[in-house]
């Protein structure tokens, strides 16, 4: 089976495109997501995040993001120190995920599969680029935050230059109908190529 990762910059809108892929009949594992579940339901990484940040990591047994983000994007060696507890678990999380789908090739969706090294264990990369005007109008439609905190978080990943450098495919997301052929066409040459 072909293990596909799709990466793209925060903004860039991977989620649309691992939809894209998903209404194909694709199965699409959204690392961020399952990460998110992971650190509520994992005894192993609830207490190493624990050991990292202090008790105040965990708010009535949720996870308590305000207070971690504010510490990871001040303080880079935190962040990395964070990713080095999940990313284990993630990459044991898929494996068994995938051991269970029955289809040519599966999606893995990460925002940072090179920032984590993990593009290395994958076949195939399609990384998502869109202007960067066009992802920070994304995001503060999407999300409650500032230029400011977008531009924090741009800053701790690759860009786009380098991430297509390393890539299969390159789908440019600004307009839907341009994407979805993009995403049918690449579908259509991962088979092929199989």
């Known amino acids: 089976m072909i293990v596909v990762g799709l990466t793209g910059g ?3 809108g991977k989620t649309t495109v691992a939809k894209e892929f998903g209404a194909l009949g694709i199965p699409v594992y959204i690392a961020d997501e399952e990460a998110k579940k992971l650190m509520i339901t994992s005894k192993t990484i609830k207490r190493k995040l624990i050991e990292l940040f202090g008790e105040e990591a965990y708010l009535d047994g949720k996870l308590n993001k305000p207070f971690i983000a504010s510490i990871i994007f001040n303080d880079k060696t935190y962040l990395e120190r964070m990713n080095a507890i999940i ?3 993630i990459a044991s999380h898929f494996k068994k995920w995938k051991q269970k789908q029955d289809v040519p090739y599966v999606i893995k969706e990460a925002a940072i599969l090179f920032e984590n090294g993990s593009y290395k264990k994958l076949d195939v990369i399609i990384t998502v680029t869109a ?12 999300d409650d935050t500032t230029e400011e905190k977008i531009e924090s978080i741009m800053k701790n990943q690759w860009s786009d230059d380098e991430k297509i450098k390393r890539s299969q495919y390159v789908i ?5 109908a ?8 690449i579908h259509r040459q991962i088979l092929k190529n199989q």
Request: charged letters at 40%; glycine letters at 4%; proline letters at 6%.
């Open 172 to 176: 440019n997301n600004v307009e839907l």
């Open 87 to 89: 990313h284990p678990q």
């Open 131 to 142: 202007p960067k005007e066009l992802k920070i109008k994304r995001l503060l439609r999407r």
């Open 178 to 185: 341009k994407t979805k052929q993009e995403v049918l066409k």
């Open 10 to 12: 925060i903004g860039s």
